[in-house]
């Protein structure tokens, strides 16, 4: 019998059992459409160790490459051995759904949806789309290229309902958004699109409230993963100028705004037919209408302080400024920060080291998110374990290991090695850099020092979760006062369910998003060398302003 790790339970598999009817056996949900034939491609499994003891590919998995699998298709084929494999998880990452220290809240919006109801007639801008006598619901959503977070709300008291979040399924594509923009050209047939909607017709489908009563669904999601969804050609924005065809349309005169609204039934969702599926505006390029929300939840249309808001992931988006003045810029960190391309790194899930300290007599002290064993480190893990590297002198500020070792070892417990190699710590270098060099390129084109803020925004799970001591001491962020850093944690989200409530808000976004500059790091001609630069571990100082430039 093969010994089968599926979302850390175990179980004692036999050969041609399927993976799906494993994870059964287990009581694990894994999202199906087809009852098991291959066709809707929802069951995917990601397998992270024990492929050759698996079946090969059968046709129906053609679309996948790497160690993706469809469970139902996938069976054992070795009499003994060890599997270990997991579901694009749900509900169980530690994604964060919420926002924190934001100067503007949904629960304190003047509520102005755009779905209201009178008496049995539910109104749609005005127009009647249903009669019915039950609550009105509206759907929010943060679309990452990592993870998606839904909030439902009931649109006539402005409550939080439910949500849900998980992994962005569409990993089968590639792990960042040039690779999905490849993907879906190549493919041609939208299934990246197609598999989301699956995940997350399951995922609507378990609200406590009958799906046809949701009657608008808001999105907030970078150009790449907003337009995907709305089945749009996302080819333009993989190619310089690397804009999103919304932009191209708008510049023609085709459009007078880059947001986007859909029928749900077209996007192959099982919310009310009728039901509209808005989707942020973006402001240029790779800044999309998640930073777009950001914005609006920080309230930016009407600050007067200068602040900066920063959103690291995949994708990182970086804003500064003030209602008189905004750059914007996109910074492609890539997966390292979130666990990919990294030895033992893994999202945010049960079994992640999520904090490392490193005692005098250097032994690891370390903290693993949940109750079991260590599976592997994930990006919070891995900013504390480079600072920590960096503060007990095993690692220099170049990112070469001190004892001369290729690898670190953090945790062994029997045969499951958690180590960081000299070799992810280039990985972690190259995410840091472009960060870094997008904050040297904006801040430079503003005039200013990382010391003229009055509040540094740190937007999204990631953000939220950071130590900030270990941040600064590897430059990952600005070296300022603690006092101006705000760990504001999903802001996107917020900023979504804002728009939802909103009109007027709505409306705002969309005049106040065209007065953006949007900063396009590879024109500027110190970018290397700031990329450069931000590739070494070292604090991240101001320099001198630079002058204002008009």
């Known amino acids: 019998m093969v010994e089968l790790h599926f979302n850390q339970q175990r179980v004692a598999a036999a050969r041609d059992c399927s993976l799906f009817d494993c994870a059964e056996s287990l009581g694990i949900k894994v999202p199906t459409s087809c009852r098991k034939q291959g066709k809707c491609k929802e069951c995917l499994v990601e397998i992270v160790e024990g492929m050759e003891l698996l079946s090969p590919p059968a046709p129906q998995e053609a679309h996948l490459k790497g160690n993706f699998r469809l469970s139902c298709s996938c069976r054992i084929v070795a009499e003994d051995g060890l599997v270990r494999c997991h579901t694009m998880r749900r509900g169980e990452m530690r994604i964060e759904r919420h926002a924190l220290e934001l100067p503007v809240s949904h629960k304190t919006l003047t509520l102005e949806p755009a779905v209201t109801r009178e008496g049995s007639r539910i109104l749609l801008d005005g127009e009647e789309i249903e009669r019915a006598d039950g609550p009105i619901h509206g759907l929010a959503m943060d679309l990452g290229t990592t993870t998606v977070v839904l909030r439902l709300l009931n649109l006539e008291t402005g409550e939080v309902v439910a949500d849900s979040s998980f992994e962005n399924p569409q990993r089968f ?79 023609e005169g085709g459009r007078r705004t880059t947001s986007l609204a859909e029928n749900a039934r077209r996007l192959l969702l099982p919310i009310h037919p009728k039901a509209r599926v808005y989707g942020l505006p973006i402001i240029s390029g790779h800044v999309g209408a998640d930073a777009a929300a950001c914005m609006l939840a920080m309230d930016m249309g009407n600050e007067e302080r200068l602040v900066a808001i920063m959103d690291i992931g995949t994708n990182t988006e970086l804003i500064v400024g003030n209602k008189h003045r905004i750059l914007a810029a996109s910074c492609p960190a890539g997966p390292a920060f979130e666990g990919g391309r990294v030895s033992c790194g893994m999202p945010g899930l049960p079994g992640a080291i999520e904090r490392v300290n490193v005692r005098e007599d250097g032994s690891t002290d370390i903290q693993i998110i949940g109750d079991g064993p260590a599976e592997g480190i994930c990006g919070s893990g891995l900013v504390d374990l480079l600072s920590e590297l960096l503060r007990t002198g095993q690692m220099n500020a170049l990112g070469r290991f001190e004892n001369g070792e290729e690898r670190i070892v953090i945790s062994s417990q029997g045969e499951n090695e958690i180590y960081l190699a000299e070799s992810d710590v280039n990985e972690l270098a190259q995410a840091k850099g472009a960060n870094v060099a997008g904050l040297r390129v904006v801040f430079n084109e503003y005039g200013i020092g990382f010391d003229d803020l009055d509040v540094f925004y740190l937007a999204g799970g990631f953000g939220r979760h950071l130590s900030v001591e270990s941040s600064k001491r590897i430059g990952l962020i600005p070296d300022i006062h603690d006092s101006k850093i705000r760990q504001v944690g999903n802001a996107a989200i917020e900023g979504a369910c804002i728009a939802l409530l909103s009109r007027a808000k709505r409306a705002e976004l969309e005049r106040f998003v065209k007065s953006v500059v949007h900063c396009r790091l590879e024109t500027d001609p110190n970018f290397f060398d700031y990329f450069v630069e931000g590739c070494q571990f070292k604090p991240l100082h101001s320099r001198e302003p630079a002058e204002t430039k008009p």
């Open 173 to 251: 594509g590639g792990s960042d958004v040039m690779a999905r923009i490849h993907y879906d050209t190549q493919d041609n047939t939208k299934l990246l699109q197609r598999t989301l909607a699956g995940y997350l017709s399951h995922a609507i489908e378990e609200f406590p409230v009958e799906p046809h009563s949701i009657y608008e669904m808001v999105v907030a999601g970078n150009s790449t993963m907003r337009d995907l969804f709305f089945r749009l050609n996302v080819y333009p924005i993989g190619q310089s100028p690397y804009r999103s065809i919304t932009e191209l349309e708008m510049a």
